[in-house]
């Protein structure tokens, strides 16, 4: 809770990146979000790899398989990430599905998640009442931010009650689509992201969805405080072993100033 | 005991709607407005007569006289294998599409894992010119080939599922990824009891018309509206509900719900999610599921495609962990065991679903005196190269 708020307080144009745990290799994880970390990145949003994740593309989708087949378990990600924490200090936030927090038990989940330097989730297909029912109390407990999606057809009324129930901040989809579609921003989307800014909502916003490269990356941050890059880094990643140089490369591409 | 879906979409525990919010605005749109249109006196109007002059409705309820004999019982067929496509999946698509066509959706999206409810949701997507894409697993499309055929020939487009495992769980992955991306024009026509509220209950709704009219046939053949017990293959689960719909409340029948054993449930391949499975959440839904400790989702394996399915709808896991349901398995080797005496003593081929359903009868207590139905689900005609392979 408090690195998340943070970050928002003290940064802006806001760079989170997406890394799948356990790929390309089983334990590349650890180098990758140390070296996004020293390249500039504000915020890493780590996947737990699902057999079916609904609301992701193929590149995410393969790439959950590949670490799925690389024997990646949620207790690996645990180690992962503590190991991650004695050398990075920027938020990390976990995004998954709802089975599997079912599954691991949900408590013991965030109390784990927790314990190794979680500070907030993104549960997709966790719907807003069953967490305000049976999960929003422990959350809160620990401190920790449960983030909530808006899309372009999320009703003015239900943003404003999705904010509500959101801490840390607001993931805003930038279209219709799953993950890793689309390439350039068009002009309904604009107008998407200045309606959700006329709401004067209480939490900040990450754009997410089709932000590939430097220009989609600033384009969304000029309506909101940062963006999320996903599949386009996943993708980069592929049958690479160069990963630091990878990482570099990426990240350069992204924010450099030129 | 309530056995009935309640406001937050859940038969006991489970069901419910546990979508990304990128499906919120689609399935809500759904959640509202469903019942109001299909309970309307011009819908039903239509339903009702597309089901009788198009579908071939109703499905006689045959007295299976030598199959009786062989088991000392009093045994009915409920003949779903009659209905035009083959089976009662043109049930629920016919109610869905008109469905569709009143919340005015141009594009028709559906999976299909051996393409039964493909080749019905482009059978109805013809009748009423809409466009119609069907999801199917790669691996499904090469072993299915006369169903893709047909499908294509109806005017679908039929899209591979590449991801995964490449089989039916994919090709509803797909299709759900497709609505994401398409919310305002599509359609997703589910095929089964399964998915995110309100689909299970919508889907039991349209196949409970198998019940409607077992209660009028069995009174006029027995003197009584209801049997003993009713017997249904469970993939999915639309079959079973429909055959159960009108007869969940009457605790005077048993009401036995056959899945697909595979190999055996000690082996891995198997489809009986009822006794390997456990509680989770699968495409929407919070039901039984094979999954691995992590949560991952399995593989089934059933020699039936149409019961190769990792979860069970939310109705029949409640119907399961309440005891309501009676639930058994058939072996690979049992459902063809059953359709080759179906056949001899028949002379009816039974779809490899149904052909579950008919081998409870070695597995289940019956006497002279009881009135069993069968819901024979579908005909024998897409599994034909499995009955002649396995012949020998």
Redesign the interface.
Known sequence: MKRLKNTFNTKSDILNIYVTAGFPSLNDTITIVEELAKNGVDMIEIGMPFSDPLADGPTIQNSSQVAIKNGITLELIFNQIKEIRKTVDIPIILMGYYNQVLQYGADAFFEKAKAVGVDGFIIPDLPLDVYENAHQQKVKSLELDMIFLITPQTTDERIRLIDSKSSGFLYIVSSFAITGSKSEIQQSQIDYFKRINGLSLTNPKLIGFGISDKKTFNTACQHAEGAIIGSAFIKALEGRKDIKQTVEKFICSVKSTQ | MNYKINEQGFYGDFG???????L???VNELKENYLQIIESDDFQEEFKDLLKEYVGRPTPLYFAKRLSEKYNTNVFLKREDLNHTGAHKINNTIGQILLAKRMNKKRIIAETGAGQHGVATATVCALMNLKCIIYMGEIDIKRQAPNVARMKMLGAEVRPAT??SKTL??AT?EA??DW?????DTYYLIGSVVGPHPYPDMVARFQSIISEEMKSQLMAKTGRDYPDKIIACVGGGSNAAGAFYHYIDNEKVELIAVEADGLGIETDKTAATTQVG???????SKTLLM?N??????EPHSISAGLDYPGVGPLHAHLFKSGRGTFIGATDKEALTAAYQLTKLEGIIPALESSHALAALDKIECNSTENIVINLSGRGDKDMETYIRMMQ
């Open positions: 419910g709607a546990f979508i990304p919010e990128m919120y605005h689609n991801s995964g769980k994919d992955n759900i990824r994401i991306a398409n919310p305002e456990t509680e989770g959440i699968i495409h929407g999954q400790s992590e949560g991952q989702i399995t």
